[in-house]
């Protein structure tokens, strides 16, 4: 297999692209109405990070795994960082949790009592502890604040309080580390959230400072939401810390990315390459935030950064060039046809052979399925309580 020739120009490009995915999609996870247990799903976070190196080492794309405290919570997370290098990942970014406590039933950064609101913030503070263990770079903040019912809460008054929880917390950020912050217009709150879009999150985090940056996860916007032009306006903006990439349907899904639209997938990555948020100059962190809930998860990772992958190819192979002579002319027609002949291009038989050529299956997920790796974890992992969304 060889790969075609202008394949070939962009494929330099797609060397080191990296997509981090999270520990949580390796655990049992379900909806509101069930949680289904299947075999071989991880009973400690080393499982879990065993499965994440091993989605790496059949893509070559997935060499940091994000963490979740307190799900995966160890008494020595130096220990852990070397456990993971020992399987060839990196721990990624933390992610704190200040949903699954009855203290936090009506706000925790945001909570009127300054004990809980201390307690919020405490947690936070340990994560960053966690993360000067792991290595980590960045402090993933998801808030499920908010209230319910108009009149509930003094919708000022907490971002106030917000505000001023957030900055303790920056406090603490080291030198190299990054505070960044993800935004949702709904869920579990109904009627208003307190970080609900990326103009709030951006507002806190320019307040902030420098090392915080915003969190776009691609479910978390109304249908419709045109998301690249989130996406360019805060590359322009210096702000784009990171992706929680997903699919929806019609809410925050979690599904794989690239499922529901692999189109809008491929305009999201065509703005991150047309504002230098990709390759090695760039800090934006690519994670996944997937839950993989009746098909098999290894599988249902390793198609995801499959996807992504693919779709990184096609808005790479965009002509800039004759795309920006179009736009200058005026040409709305040429201008569509040549973004659409990027997008419509069929690129897997050349990423199989480039794969091929870098010493990695050309197809890892057949790969993975004839490897014998999912029949051995089913065969091992019983007993114990399987880790899960919980
Ligand atoms: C929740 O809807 C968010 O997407 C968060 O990123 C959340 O922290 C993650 O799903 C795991 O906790
Ligand atoms: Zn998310
Ligand atoms: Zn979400």
């Not at 049992?28 to 879990?48: A, D, L, Y």
């Not at 998301?227 to 322009?236: G, S, T």
């Not at 390793?302 to 060039?321: G, K, P, W, Y």
Request: charged letters at 25%; glycine letters at 8%; proline letters at 4%.
């Amino acid at each position: 297999m060889t790969v075609s020739a202008r394949f070939s120009e962009i494929a330099p490009l797609l060397e080191g692209q990296a997509i981090e995915v999270p520990s949580w999609a390796y655990g049992n996870s379900g909806t509101r109405f069930k949680v289904f247990g299947s075999p071989g799903t991880p009973r400690t976070v080393h499982e879990k990070i065993a499965d994440a190196a091993t989605v790496h080492r059949f893509t070559g794309l997935a060499p940091s795994v994000s963490l979740h405290i307190p799900w995966d919570l160890v008494d020595d997370f130096g220990a852990l960082r070397t456990y993971a290098e020992g399987l060839g990942v990196a721990l990624g970014t933390i992610n704190s949790n200040t949903f699954q406590d009855d203290d936090y039933k009506l706000g925790a950064l945001t909570h009127t009592d300054k004990a809980v609101r201390q307690k919020a913030i405490d947690h936070h503070l340990a994560c960053v502890d966690v993360m000067d263990a792991t290595g980590s770079r960045d402090l993933k903040i998801w808030l499920a604040e908010g209230t319910n019912y108009p009149g509930q809460g003094d919708l000022r008054g907490r971002q106030d309080r917000l505000a001023e929880s957030l900055a303790t917390i920056y406090e603490r950020i080291g030198d190299d580390q990054r505070l960044v912050l993800e935004y949702k217009f709904f869920e579990p709150a109904f009627y208003h959230t307190d970080v609900p879009d990326w103009g709030t999150s951006y507002a806190h985090v320019s307040a902030l400072g420098e090392k915080a940056f915003v969190c776009l996860d691609t479910g978390h916007h109304a249908p419709g939401t045109n998301i690249e032009f989130i996406v360019a306006q805060l590359i322009r903006l210096g702000k784009l810390g990171s992706f929680d990439f997903n699919s929806r349907f019609y809410a925050d899904d979690d599904l794989i990315v690239g499922a529901a639209d692999p189109y809008q997938l491929f305009r999201i990555l065509y703005e991150c390459i047309r504002g230098g948020a990709f390759g090695p100059d760039s800090d934006v962190a690519y994670m996944l935030d997937q839950c993989h809930n009746i098909e098999k998860k290894i599988p249902g990772q390793i198609r995801s950064v499959l996807n992504v992958q693919e779709m990184t190819a096609r808005a790479l192979l965009v002509d800039r060039d004759a795309l920006t002579q179009a736009q200058e002319d005026g040409d709305v027609l040429l201008a569509n046809e040549i973004f659409m002949d990027a997008f419509y291009t069929d690129v897997r038989a050349d990423l199989a052979a480039w794969r091929e050529g870098r010493g990695l299956p050309a197809n890892p997920m057949r790969a993975f399925l004839d490897s014998g790796y999912q029949e051995q974890i089913e065969a091992d992992r019983v007993g114990g309580t399987q880790a899960g969304w919980n």
